[in-house]
């Protein structure tokens, strides 16, 4: 029996026939594994702000597009006008849900609670990567920042979901943003409402309300779709994808910035001898991972850590060559014994360590072991709770990591990089330690010229590919499936994207 036989997905759903009817057109409803925080989430906080970007409620200054570039979108421009300085001029005639205007002061107050520790809408994670020193205001529409030191990726953190535009709450508008749809009620981890915005300044919104319920189990979600009982189900099934559409259903899929990847022990173990890390990431097919695991629609095998022909992405193939992973391992001075790998007189052994809250990461590792097995190395999977599989590893207790990270939450490399690779990275699990690495995360963090960042950020890719501190297995592609005459959506590689004004039910 293969190993893709051996690990390949059941499917979830039974057969079915035709796909039911459901509700009227000037209603959408969505089915998704998590619901709201609170019973008014406020979209600075946590990752709030990603539900209320998602829904088409909050806006931020700066926007991602499909391919992962940067636009304005409250912003009209956008100007450095010294190593620290930003000048951000608003789109003129902007106002917020209750009719007020947005002006260059109500950014500022939108903005600075971040910041302040105690604060509701504190978020330490965005505090750091803004890095504010200082905001003023020089007229009604330009907002001046100030950051503490120079960081080519500031305009990119205003694209960030929680850093959404508000105005000043009232009972009716408990978020009082400027989106083409507005908040109205939610209900802590089950349902987040809300209705159209007739006067938004874009067009009329397709739908006059948008209801979000949260159905954590994936299967439960697939039934209600069938059933009838939602419009829109976003991360489907991956096995039964192909089965759903042929009812009648949409289906929608493009791979994410999502990365499964794994941090490698490089400062103990064999792992710290960088020929054994090529040589796994050699002995791994990603093609049969993506098919065994995802049935072949959920992911795409990644050679980098950005998607293929998105933006930041260097032209990096995933490469498996199971002859020239065993050629490494003779080269690093490790002897096949009766067909497993002998290194200084024991087995050649590596230990995977991962965690169990997304539903892939278990069958990965395993699908990874075996892989690592077919060659002669003996490998191990340990499961447990993210932080206490972080703990070993950084420990040395372990000697692969397998995470699931977004790698362009604000659609920059250098925050997200620092964290995993640099030295003092606060992510760096692996204790990965190059000066080369440390140099070019510094440089594009503080060369402000884009062409000249993405050279950077390419020499970065290829460093990885060689020194392999991380190996990158897939991206996820976001499968959704919706009811036939959807128009106006497409998956979003940040998943941070769901419903613009201009999503709707056609004919």
Known sequence: MSILTRFAAAALIAVGTTLPALAQDDTLTISVTFGPTAEVPDPRAGYNGWMSNQTGVTETLMGIDYDLNLYPRLAESIEQTAATTWRVTLREGLTFHDGSPVTAQTVVDAIAPISIEGDPAHNARIAGVLDLASMSTDGERVVVFETDSPNAAFQWSLSDPG????????????????????????????????????????????FDEIRVVASPDPASAALAFEAGDVDMVINYPETDFARIQETGALGFTAPTARLYFYSMNTASGPLANPLIRQAVSLAI???????????????????????AGKSWAADIAPTYDPVRAEE??????????????????????????????????????????????????????????????????????????????VMLPQGDPGSILGFLLASDGGSNAGRYANPAMDDLLVRGQTTFEQAEREAIYNEVQQLIATDVPLIPVFHVSQAVVARAGLTGYQVHPTETYWITHETRFTE
Do not use: C, H
């Open 163 to 206: 850093v959404a535009i508000l105005g000043a709450p009232s009972e009716d508008f408990p978020i009082n943003a400027t989106g083409p749809y507005i908040f109205r009620e939610a209900v802590t981890e089950q349902l987040y409402r809300v209705e159209a915005d007739a006067d938004y300044r874009l067009g009329t919104p397709g």
């Open 285 to 307: 097919d990603r093609d049969g991972i993506v098919e065994g695991v995802l049935s072949g629609v959920g992911g795409v095998p990644a050679g980098t850590i950005y998607p």
């Open 328 to 405: 490494l391992l003779a080269e690093a001075g490790a002897v096949k014994q009766g067909g497993v790998w002998m290194l200084d007189g024991a087995p050649l052994e590596i230990e995977i360590l991962t965690y169990s809250s997304r539903a892939a990461l278990p069958p990965t590792a395993e699908i990874t072991q075996a892989f690592l097995q077919q060659i002669g190395i003996s490998a191990s999977v340990r499961v447990g709770e993210y932080g206490a599989s972080n703990e070993a590893l950084m420990a040395g207790d372990g000697d692969m990591f397998l995470q699931a990270w």
